[in-house]
């Protein structure tokens, strides 16, 4: 069965990094596109970045652009999200999810960016 399980959230002081991974299993990972959301406390889930298939395209929503970049390796079928210069407002809960017909999700990984 497909399964994504995230892992690398933690606590981290504001203009911190924090690298999230999501490794997938139960699925031909290279034919799909990942994607990686957030929900903040108390909000919806919202898109944070996307990546094809091959890694050759990708896109972000305009509050992480220049400090968040999203990343795969084919080979270990794992999406990664390096976060750099946290601020605040990036405290959430991050989930992977398979992009396609059929989406999946992991079960979140909680960051919190506090002094």
């Known amino acids: 069965q497909v399964q994504l399980v995230e892992s690398g959230g933690g606590l981290v002081q504001p203009g911190g990094s924090l690298r999230l991974s999501c490794v997938a299993s139960?699925?031909?990972?290279?034919?799909?596109?990942m994607s990686w959301y957030r929900q903040p406390p108390g909000k919806g889930r919202e898109l944070v970045a996307s990546?094809?298939?091959?890694?050759?395209?990708?896109n972000y929503t305009d509050s992480v652009k220049g400090r968040f970049t999203i990343f795969r390796d084919n080979a270990k079928s794992t999406v990664y999200l390096q976060m750099n210069r946290m601020i605040p407002e990036d405290t959430a809960v991050y989930y992977c999810?398979?992009?396609?017909?059929?989406?999946?999700w992991g079960q979140g990984t909680q960051v919190t960016v506090s002094s």
């Open positions: 139960g699925f031909t990972f290279i034919v799909y596109g």
């Open positions: 999810r398979r992009d396609g017909i059929n989406n999946y």
């Open positions: 990546i094809s298939w091959n890694g050759s395209s990708s």
